[in-house]
Every structure is written in structure tokens, then in C-alpha cells.
């Protein structure tokens, strides 16, 4: 009989390379699978208590009671401060010029330009580039110019004339700028009287809203918001608080 030789086998090691070590031949998203219920496995549960096993959450708690009546005259005195103070924030200026009549006129105005007082009239230095850059905007020659210093707001007027079938149609043409810039706010045309009053009201309006937004400028004068004409055949236009009521 032949001599058999018997070796002791070899104790197999526990396999260290994670769950899917022998599972290489899975497609891909098994494997993403098995590894994801051995990684939940591995979690400790977390601690849940009450019914249902919910998590416990801490809940706010407000407890209220009635003011007493020294809170009630607190509250009281603070509305009718804050209320005093609520209508002078809209139409009076915080930082004031000294020299501005009863030293309470603004000190800056739009784009943060200052403004100065010279016996009493303010001289808006937003209103500075009208004349500084009239000669680079286009449009602005052998025209009518109405401005707003106070703004820095100002339109040019001139007439267009139009041949169109067979007709020869006039109307005004309207070129707006603000402040430093080069190009123009709008350019219309408009056909009409009526049109061309409407456009600018409209205009001075907006600007003074839209520069209400963008800045602080409380306490301006109201008289100081209008359109002054350099021609003494067209009227100024003044900032019309009426503007949109529908009986206009």
C-alpha cells in the first residue's frame, strides 16, 4: 500500500477587505447595495423613546400673561414717540447745513452731491454736470433746455419734423439725462401738447421716486423739484404731488 502523506490544512483568515470582497463579479450597483446595508448594519441605533419610537424634540415653550399696567403705558409712550418721529424722518433732514435757512436744510442730496446755501437759496451741486457735459451729449444743441439741479435731472426740447404719405407731421422730440451720464435717460417723440406736458411731469416724478429709493435725501425742498426753462417761451414744470388721480 502506498505511503500517503497528509498535511494539516491551512486555517482559513478572515477576509479584511469589506463585504463585497467576493462579490467582484456583482455589476456594480449590487455591490453599492451590499455595502450600504453593511454600513447600516455597523450604525449603532440611535436611542428613540415615546410612542412610536419617535425621537424625543425639544418643543419651545411660550408662556404669556397679561401686561400689567405700568408695560401697558410703556408700550403706549413708545407708539406715541415713535409715531412723532415716524412723519418729520419722511420731510426732515438729519444731517443740516448751517448756513441753510433755519439751519434746517439738507446738507447732501442725490448721488451724495453736497449742497450749499447762498443767502438763503440752495445751489445743488448734482446739477453740475448739465452744463459740464452738454457739449459731449447728443441732442442737446438748438434745444430747449429744462433742468433740475436738485435731481441733476435735465430734458432738451426741439422740434422733428416728418414727411409721411404725403403729409408733413411736426412733433417734439425729448431727450432725457441724469446726472454723469453720457447716454441718454429716454428719447421720444411725441406728437401732441398734451403728450409732450405728460412725458415731463411724468419724468421729474419719477426721477424724484426713484431717487427717494436709492437715497437718502429727506428734507429736500419741494420748490427746489422742478424743471426750469432756459427759454422764456416755455413754461417751467413743477413737481406735481396731484400726478395719477384719475379726475386729472
Request: glycine residues 8%.
Amino acid at each position: 500500500m502506498d505511503n500517503i502523506l497528509t498535511f494539516p490544512k491551512k486555517q482559513q483568515q478572515p477576509d479584511k477587505r469589506g463585504p463585497t470582497a467576493d462579490k467582484e463579479a456583482l455589476p456594480a450597483g449590487v455591490r453599492q447595495r451590499i455595502l450600504a446595508e453593511h454600513v447600516r448594519q455597523q450604525t449603532p441605533a440611535q436611542s428613540t423613546s415615546g410612542k412610536g419610537g419617535k425621537r424625543n424634540k425639544q418643543e419651545a415653550v411660550t408662556v404669556t400673561r397679561p401686561f400689567t399696567q405700568e408695560e401697558k403705558q410703556q408700550v403706549q409712550h413708545m407708539n406715541k414717540r415713535v409715531a412723532e418721529a415716524y412723519h418729520s424722518l419722511a420731510s426732515d433732514a438729519i444731517l443740516v447745513h448751517r448756513d441753510s435757512p433755519g439751519q434746517a436744510g439738507p446738507a447732501l442730496g442725490p448721488y451724495k452731491m453736497e449742497i450749499h446755501y447762498r443767502e438763503g437759496k440752495a445751489i445743488h451741486t448734482a446739477g453740475k454736470y448739465i452744463d459740464k457735459l452738454r457739449s459731449l451729449r447728443k441732442l442737446t444743441h438748438n434745444a430747449i433746455e429744462l433742468r433740475c439741479d436738485a435731481l441733476g435731472h435735465v430734458i432738451y426740447l426741439s422740434g422733428i419734423s416728418q414727411i409721411k404719405n404725403g403729409k408733413h407731421i411736426s412733433g417734439v422730440r425729448l431727450v432725457a439725462y441724469d446726472f454723469d451720464n453720457i447716454e441718454p435717460t429716454f428719447h421720444e417723440v411725441e406728437f401732441s401738447p398734451e403728450a409732450v406736458a405728460a412725458r415731463l411731469l411724468g419724468s421729474l416724478a419719477a426721477t424724484y421716486n426713484k431717487l427717494n429709493r436709492e437715497y437718502n435725501i429727506a428734507g429736500l425742498n419741494i420748490s427746489d423739484i422742478v424743471l426750469e426753462s432756459n427759454n422764456p417761451g416755455f413754461p417751467n414744470v413743477p413737481l406735481i404731488k396731484a400726478l395719477g388721480r384719475p379726475d386729472i
